[in-house]
């Protein structure tokens, strides 16, 4: 005896499809999430911060941290010819700190290591599609860093100018104007940073602007 083969009706075949698809996106983005492990990726933030800051020292200990050969200095800490190498030279350029009268403003480095030492690890932004040739070569992911600022920054966050609107993007979701984020090379389990991003750089400027204020 056959057993008879049901067929569904047409007009239900498309309900089904969109039902489908919707459950597939929805275990994919349950899948990003739960591979996106917040206080695993802190703990390796933390030790890269820890080993920068180590690199850092050499850099001003060096003879002339304005001619240092920078790649080298920070091998383990940044990709070689990145972005972030060449804010690193910058910085090594940059006076540590003015004095206006009896009143000290630290300069750019410091507060620059200051935020990177507030920083915690808030989301995954997926790779970062890069459009210049020259930084090509190297695959480079966004992460998502909240800075507390101690209320301070808030006034930045909402600015519409800046943000629009400040928000935490979904994992594995790139949004410019959202959120401030760095750009990490993740090597055999460590962390290089590859580039800063506006809107983290930006925040860096606004707090030393807060001392001028």
Do not use: C
């Not at 309900?15 to 999430?33: E, K, Q, S, Y």
């Not at 599609?129 to 992911?141: C, I, N, S, V």
């Amino acid at each position: 005896m056959r057993l008879p083969i049901h067929t569904l009706p047409s007009w239900f075949r498309p309900l089904w499809l969109l039902a489908l698809t919707a459950l597939l996106t929805l275990h994919g983005a349950a899948a990003g999430a739960q591979g996106f492990d917040r206080q695993a990726e802190n703990q390796r933030y933390r030790q890269w911060l820890s080993d920068f800051k180590q690199d850092l020292e050499r850099l001003r200990q060096s003879p002339d941290p304005g001619s240092a050969d920078v790649d080298s200095l920070f091998a383990r800490t940044l990709v070689p010819g990145s972005r972030a190498t060449q804010l690193a030279r910058e910085l090594a350029k940059a006076p540590g700190g003015t004095t206006s009268g009896e009143i000290h403003f630290v300069g750019i480095p410091r507060i620059f290591l200051a935020v990177l030492s507030d920083a915690v690890v808030a989301g995954d932004g997926g790779v970062y599609p890069e459009t210049q040739a020259a930084y090509g070569k190297d695959t480079l992911r966004v992460r998502y860093m909240h800075v507390d600022g101690g209320g301070r920054l808030e006034p930045y966050f909402n600015n519409p100018d800046v943000f629009k609107p400040y928000r935490l993007p979904e994992t594995g979701i790139l949004e410019r104007d959202a959120y401030p984020f760095l750009l990490f090379e993740d090597r055999d389990g460590k962390l290089r940073l590859g580039g800063v991003s506006k809107e983290f750089w930006e925040l860096v400027r606004f707090m030393d602007a807060l001392q001028h204020a």
